[in-house]
């Protein structure tokens, strides 16, 4: 499925409960108006629209948020009457997130799965960490990173970066295929030489790297041997340069600003070489 194409509700998730015309959910399970029923109510409510919209990955994640708050919500509930109202609600809360968690299961297996992140300009919480860690398990074990732009010493820091996440528990990772373009000009040793240090640092943690060149390069694209692929419009080199060395965001990623770039996350079932 491409970005551009409007995905279709399947017949397995036919909006059977019809959400839209379930009352309230703060006036249907009688909850009060302190913050975490306040916060609960403002979740589910967003979740019921982006079900409605059949961004089913976005609703699951809302859904599952704002059934934790409700059952946050029925420890803190004495009456009775709102306990069993409250008990019903989640019931169907539950029922509705289980049926799209099936349907994305089954996506995955058909290699339709497709999730779309758009990072904005100076967003920051975006670190490898922070957007891989969903893909990432301990069935991880080879991996594929095909940028053009492992270049200079910026982004062979990136590289770098990347693959010490990778090496992190859970993964089990053992070997790492890179394909690049060559530096054609002065910092061609440079790469060459990085990358050499790098090979030797994943050898001595027991991971093969192996390293291609293509002049033809144009694609940026990461793929995990468990069929998670991921491509990042801008490659593993969306971080802003730093303000100075002792600014925030120099070490700790989640707080580097981005430049804007699109992350479009496929799965497949099957994970072809490079």
């Given at each position: 499925?491409?970005?551009?194409?409007?995905?279709?509700?399947?017949?397995?998730?036919?909006?059977?409960?019809r959400w839209r015309k379930i009352p309230g959910i703060m006036?249907?399970?009688?909850?009060?108006?302190?913050?975490?029923?306040?916060?609960?109510?403002?979740?589910?409510?967003?979740?019921?629209?982006?079900?409605?919209?059949?961004?089913?990955?976005?609703?699951l994640v809302c859904y599952q948020e704002g059934i934790d708050l409700l059952l946050q919500v029925l420890k803190g509930t004495?009456?009775?009457?709102?306990?069993?109202?409250?008990?019903?609600?989640?019931s169907k809360y539950m029922d509705r997130a289980e049926n799209?968690?099936?349907?994305?299961?089954?996506?995955?297996?058909?290699?339709?799965?497709?999730?779309?992140?758009?990072?904005?300009e100076n967003a920051t919480g975006f670190s490898y960490e922070s957007l891989f860690r969903?893909?990432?398990n301990e069935t991880v074990t080879e991996v594929w990173i095909e940028d053009p732009y492992i270049r200079h010493t910026h982004q062979l820091y990136n590289f770098l970066r990347f693959c010490e996440m990778l090496i992190k528990?859970?993964?089990?990772?053992?070997?790492?295929?890179?394909?690049?373009?060559?530096?054609?000009?002065?910092?061609?040793?440079?790469?060459?030489?990085?990358?050499?240090?790098?090979?030797?640092?994943?050898?001595?943690?027991?991971?093969?790297?192996e390293v291609r060149y293509s002049s033809s390069i144009h694609?940026?694209?990461?793929?995990?041997?468990?069929?998670?692929?991921?491509?990042?419009?801008?490659?593993?080199?969306?971080?802003?340069?730093?303000q100075s060395r002792f600014s925030l965001g120099y070490c700790d990623f989640d707080l580097r600003p981005c430049h804007e770039t699109t992350v479009d996350i496929f799965?497949?079932?099957h994970t072809k070489n490079i």
């Open positions: 499925m491409t970005a551009s194409r409007k995905r279709s509700r399947p017949a397995s998730l036919q909006p059977g409960l006036a249907k399970s009688g909850l009060g108006q302190d913050p975490q029923s306040t916060a609960a109510a403002t979740v589910l409510k967003r979740a019921v629209e982006l079900d409605s919209e059949s961004r089913y990955p976005q609703a004495k009456d009775n009457t709102k306990r069993c109202n409250l008990r019903e609600k989640i799209i968690k099936e349907h994305l299961e089954q996506e995955k297996e058909d290699g339709k799965y497709h999730k779309q992140i758009k990072i904005e969903e893909y990432l528990r859970p993964c089990k990772v053992k070997t790492i295929h890179l394909l690049t373009s060559l530096d054609e000009g002065t910092e061609q040793v440079q790469q060459s030489r990085g990358l050499q240090e790098i090979e030797e640092s994943l050898r001595s943690h027991g991971v093969l790297l694609d940026r694209e990461i793929r995990f041997n468990n069929g998670w692929m991921i491509k990042i419009g801008r490659g593993l080199d969306y971080f802003k340069k730093p799965h497949k079932k």
